[in-house]
């Protein structure tokens, strides 16, 4: 069998596992549209649940992939240069991803608009929200910038699409002499440069507001940490990392030359932070396990060794740490081990998204409270329904359509050999 046969065949399968995702995922959204939360498996004592867990995942592959792009734009990474496209788009991408995931959470989900309306600024959920809205508006600005030349070249070769290409690029014109494109390209690195300063603050100050947004709920122990704010920017960054390890190493998108010199780089990084997360790790775990005392102790307890203790062990530590470290480690100069252990850290990192959400909820913060009153929404015990995961299958799987029109249609990577794009 050919090797254009077997790739033939993984896009086939690919595209048979995508079609399945989409489909099941569409039907839970139709229930979601038409039944509310009657199909859910959360409660009054357990509010938040599988879609707030997928909210925070994407908010934290958005925020890595975007500093990342940082690198190149504010920090002249150059062995990162040909991603940093990439990187925007990926950070454009997840963020929304997630902004659908906390929207079908919301009891009311017409009634979003109103935080703009009628925004209380003492939430800080609120300023997460127009924290957001800043940051999506700076990431297409910058995307704008580094492609406006390169959609008016998509324009100018015509074809169906070149109205679109016109209108992505809101009428630019690119300059036709080698001076004048010059001067334009250094217009565009120094724009590049000054909005990523701009959202490099940005995406800590909201990113790590998440984190202070579960610190702020001291009637949580497990969840009220003035370290939760560092937790979720290195996770953000290493889930990022991983993203985008595993896009350059898997995907035909840049040389051979080219793809070896970013995934050095990008290999380097992931390890460092993988090694400095689980190090974190062990600080937060082994001090209250060693004396034995603590509020937060129980919890912890149901995180190792409760009946999910195969979430934390088997999937975070083994699948998310342990086999990606052995892949990095020992066979840094295979694509496809690079491109799994890449995929393996982001993926999995939702596993500790889901040991942070929701192990917390689980201990009544009224001893007795459980025996107060009966009913099937006042339990604390929960699993995510099918229903919910099949809301969690239609974002991936959409997120993953745009992903893939985007890397078709669009100038994700530089058309022109000028060094810096745009």
Known sequence: MTTAMVRGRARHAVAAVWAVLFLWGLVGVVQRLTAGHAYTAYGSYVPWGLWV????????????????SSL????????????????????????????????????????????????????????????????????????????????????????????????????WRCPESPEALAACHAQSRRWLRVLGSIGVPLAVTFHGGVGALFATVAARPYWHSALYPIFFLTGALLSGGGLLLAVVAGLDIVSEEERARIVRRLTRFVVGLLLFDLVLEWSEFSIPLWYGVGEELDVLKT????????????????????????????????????????????????????????????????????????????????????????????????????????????PLVPVRAEEGGA
């Open 303 to 410: 995180v190792l060794f409760g009946p999910y203790w195969w979430v934390f062990w088997i999937v975070h530590l083994l699948m998310g740490a342990g086999v990606p470290l052995w892949l990095l480690l020992r066979r840094p100069g295979d694509r496809r081990a690079v491109a799994w252990a890449g995929g393996l850290v982001a993926l999995t990192y939702m596993a500790v998204r889901l040991n942070l959400v929701i192990p917390a909820q689980l201990e009544p913060a009224l001893r007795g409270l459980e025996r107060a009153f009966v009913d099937a929404r006042l339990v604390f015990h929960y699993v995510p329904s099918l229903h919910e995961w099949s809301v969690v299958a239609f974002i991936v799987s959409t997120g993953a359509a745009v992903f893939y029109l985007g890397m078709r249609f669009l």
């Open 72 to 171: 190149v734009y504010v920090f002249r990474l150059k062995d990162l240069q040909r991603v940093g496209r990439v990187a925007l788009f990926v950070a454009a991408l997840t963020l929304g991803m997630a902004l659908v995931s906390i929207w079908f959470d919301l009891g009311h989900m017409a009634r979003f608009y109103e935080v703009f309306t009628r925004p209380n600024f003492k939430s800080l959920m609120a300023w997460m929200v127009w924290l957001y809205t800043a940051y999506v508006c700076l990431i297409l600005a910058e995307l704008w910038f580094e492609t406006r030349c390169d959609l008016d070249t998509f324009a100018r070769r015509g074809g169906p699409l070149a109205p679109v290409y016109r209108a992505l690029a809101l009428g």
């Open 53 to 68: 867990s997928a909210y925070i995942y994407f908010i934290g592959l958005s925020a890595g992939a975007f500093l990342l």
